[in-house]
T-cell receptor, first 110, second 112 residues
Framework: QKEVEQDPGPLSVPEGAIVSLNCTYS??????FMWYRQYSRKGPELLMY????GNKEDGRFTAQVDKSSKYISLFIRDSQPSDSATYLC??????????FGRGTSLIVHP | GAGVSQSPSNKVTEKGKDVELRCDPI?????LYWYRQRLGQGLEFLIY????????KSGLPSDRFSAERTGESVSTLTIQRTQQEDSAVYLC??????????FGPGTRLLVL
């Protein structure tokens, strides 16, 4: 079992939909949880960073962490075509090197 | 500059040649990481530099891969005797100590 599992998609939704992106992880020592967005032919950019269970909101984005289930989610409200990208989760424990999921490709069509 | 920069942005080389990829981290960032991203795959950790400490080379896939960093500035990733399976995007990231990472745009390497 990989340390971080993420469905590669693609996930295709209509504009305005609520998007749910998810990752599961196996190591309970993981404490820091990040979501990156990667546009085609660009490097990943940090969207959300959290280190506790519960929800963290930033504009249309909400990151949710459930440590008991080892499950993290990123919700995007009122999705826009400009949200079309690959979304990578990254999880870190005591090590300085995060473990990345393989990314979920999201397509928001007008 | 404001962000991490990498050069070249694209590199096409012939199998067996050596290539050098460069990363300029954000000024003041003590940590620097190299990753490899194959098409449709996640990020594969290669090497990590933190200040003047010995680098963590545990992710380098073979002895054809090496990297150097001058102090807390520029880093160079070298791939010797390139193979077709080395074709990928090579991403560099920097951070303040163990804080979150900021990525460069990557170098797209194609080995023919």
């Amino acid at each position: 079992q990989k340390e971080v599992e993420q469905d590669p998609g693609p996930l295709s939704v209509p504009e305005g939909a609520i998007v749910s992106l998810n990752c599961t992880y196996s190591n309970s020592a993981f404490q820091y949880f990040m979501w990156y967005r990667q546009y085609s032919r660009k490097g990943p950019e940090l969207l959300m960073y959290t280190y506790s269970s519960g929800n963290k909101e930033d504009g249309r984005f909400t990151a949710q962490v459930d440590k008991s289930s080892k499950y993290i989610s990123l919700f995007i409200r009122d999705s826009q075509p400009s949200d079309s990208a690959t979304y990578l989760c990254a999880i870190k424990g005591g090590s300085y090197i995060p473990t990345f999921g393989r990314g979920t490709s999201l397509i928001v069509h007008p | 500059g404001a962000g991490v920069s990498q050069s070249p942005s694209n590199k096409v080389t012939e199998k067996g040649k050596d290539v050098e990829l460069r990363c300029d981290p954000i000024s003041g960032h003590t940590a620097l990481y190299w990753y490899r991203q194959r098409l449709g795959q996640g990020l594969e950790f290669l090497i990590y530099f933190q200040g003047n400490s010995a680098p963590d080379k545990s992710g380098l896939p073979s002895d054809r891969f090496s990297a150097e960093r001058t102090g807390e500035s520029v880093s160079t990733l070298t791939i010797q005797r390139t193979q077709q399976e080395d074709s990928a995007v090579y991403l560099c990231a920097s951070s303040m100590a163990e804080k979150t990472q900021y990525f460069g745009p990557g170098t797209r390497l194609l080995v023919l």
